[in-house]
Nanobody
Framework: QVQLVESGGGLVQPGGSLRLSCAAS????????RAWYRQAPGKQRELVAG???????NYADSVKGRFTISRDNAKKMVYLQMNSLKPEDTAVYYC?????????WGQGTQVTVSS
């Protein structure tokens, strides 16, 4: 059974930084694609950044140049470094893992950007 646990969210001022972490349990981590999504109140969940099993990355246009996704297969971790945060980045951030057609989600971590 795969479990994903996010951490690192919190309250930060505009222009600040946060680093989100997602820990995975279970096997086959290195074969999985990983991603971060976010969902703001009243909005649909949207892709923030993705990283393939070979570490190719993609980003939403709104976060390009500010956010960086990375993974550590040995530790079964994926990270999201978020810099130059804006109020519009406020959302619950979710970690996703895909193994073929099987998808797993974490419980989410709240990120609030406010002065």
């Amino acid at each position: 059974q795969v479990q994903l646990v996010e951490s690192g969210g919190g309250l930060v001022q505009p222009g600040g930084s946060l680093r989100l972490s997602c820990a995975a349990s279970g096997s086959a981590f290195s074969f999985s694609a990983r991603a971060w999504y976010r969902q703001a109140p009243g909005k649909q969940r949207e892709l923030v950044a993705g990283i393939t099993r070979s570490s190719n990355t993609n980003y939403a246009d709104s976060v390009k140049g500010r956010f960086t996704i990375s993974r550590d297969n040995a530790k079964k971790m994926v990270y999201l470094q978020m810099n130059s945060l804006k109020p519009e980045d406020t959302a619950v951030y979710y970690c996703k893992m895909s193994l073929g057609s099987i998808v797993y989600w974490g419980q989410g971590t709240q990120v609030t950007v406010s002065s």
